[in-house]
Structure formats: C-alpha cells, structure tokens
C-alpha cells in the first residue's frame, strides 16, 4: 500500500546503545521530517529533508543523525541514546515546500532505560 | 523560541457542545495556519487550513476563525461528538520558514 511507513514501531533499549529508527515513503514526496512528541512540548522537529543527500536541524537535533541516500528513506540514528531521548518519533512527508499538507507516519515509540 | 502558544491543554466538553481551541503566533511572515488532529496510537492528520487572507474556514463541523491583527487563530467544532475526542494542533508556517506546531490540546468529548 502507498503511503508513509515507520519502524520499529515499539523499541526499548539501555543508555549508550545506537538505536536507529526508519521511515520510508512510497509517493517520492521532495520533503521528509522527523519529529519527536513529548507531553507539553507538542511536535518539535529534529532534522528534515529537502530532498536525496540533503538534510538540514531542525529545533532539536542534538543527539540525532540522520542521512538520506534514496528519496524514499530517511533513517533516524540516536548514536548513543539516553533517557530523554525516550519519546514517540514521527516521521513526515510532503511533495513541496513549506506550506500544505504533511503526511505523517504512525510513530516510533521508543524507551531508553 | 515558541513562535505557536495553543491552549488550552486539554478541554473537556459534552457532546453537543462547542469546544474551542486557540493559538497565537509571533511570526508575522507566517501565512499558513493548518490544524492537525490525533487519535491514540496514530500519527497526526491535516484537518483543516487557513491563509490570512480570509477571517473564516469552515469545513463541515469544524471552523477556523482568523484575527490577522491579533495574530490569533482558533478552531471550533461545532456539534462535537465522541468521536471527535482526540488531540488536536495548531501550526504556521511560510514559504520561508519551517511549520512550527502548537503544544497540543487533548480534548474529551463526553457522552
């Protein structure tokens, strides 16, 4: 089926571990995001993607590596994960540029003990 | 910088009744003002948009009032439902700027 998908969908792992949280899309949308929720802090924006090989931070990338290599995936690597890193991480999409819709994936929940 | 500021945080409603949720923006650029609303366990989905040049949108039960002087955005759902229990955003963005969203406003429709 087309549309924006995420994995693993639940993860839990210890601090320093590398965790790595991926995204992939099937309408070859230009723009990809990732987001993290947090309770009382809405959707903050960590990295995005304007397009293949480009990437830029977003509000809070600290942390966060991200790559993009083919247009349909943007993996999301925490290289040594810690507690507040624990989160529910979105994925993103969108064909143009800043303005319509995003299409988001239905999230990454991951734990760091 | 929290360039969005929703509230309330969360709002309860009887069905039937009229929730209101709003946001204010600081960034005047911004031209684009869409509403996002999630149910547990999903990703968030568009709902409803509005650009400043008009003061209302409505699609359906719910309507997005617009003070461009103000820079203040509210979202109304007429007729709420149960089904409507969910959390909703707001957002802005421009053409020059990423969208910014909103803290999030759980809302509970009771029976």
């Known amino acids: 089926d087309a549309g924006i998908t995420q994995s693993p969908r639940y993860k839990i792992t210890e601090t320093g571990r590398q965790v790595t949280l991926m995204c992939h899309q099937t309408w070859s949308h230009s723009y990809m995001f990732w987001y993290r929720q947090d309770l009382g802090h809405g959707l903050r924006l960590i990295y995005y993607?304007?397009?293949?090989?480009?990437?830029d931070k977003g509000e809070v990338p600290d942390g966060y590596v991200v790559s993009r290599s083919k247009t349909e995936n943007f993996p999301l690597t925490l290289e040594s994960a810690t507690r507040s890193q624990t989160s529910v991480y979105f994925c993103?999409?969108?064909?143009?540029?800043?303005?319509?819709?995003?299409?988001f994936g239905e999230g990454s929940r991951l734990t760091v003990l | 910088q929290q360039q969005v500021k929703q509230s309330p945080q969360s709002l309860i409603v009887q069905k039937g009744g009229i929730p209101i949720i709003n946001c204010a923006y600081e960034n005047t650029a911004f031209d684009y003002f869409p509403w996002y609303q999630q149910f547990p366990g999903k990703g968030p989905a568009l709902l409803i948009a509005?650009?400043?040049?008009?003061s209302e949108k409505k699609e359906g039960r719910f309507t997005i009032s617009f003070n461009k002087s103000a820079k203040q955005f509210s979202l109304h759902i007429m007729d709420s439902q149960p089904g409507d229990s969910a959390t909703y955003f707001c957002?802005?963005?421009?053409?020059?700027?990423?969208?910014?969203f909103g803290s999030g406003t759980r809302l509970s429709i009771r029976p």
């Open positions: 509005i650009r400043p040049d008009v």
């Open positions: 993103a999409s969108r064909p143009g540029s800043n303005t319509g819709e995003l299409f």
């Open positions: 993607s304007a397009a293949a090989d480009i990437t």
């Open positions: 957002a802005a963005s421009s053409s020059a700027s990423k969208i910014i």
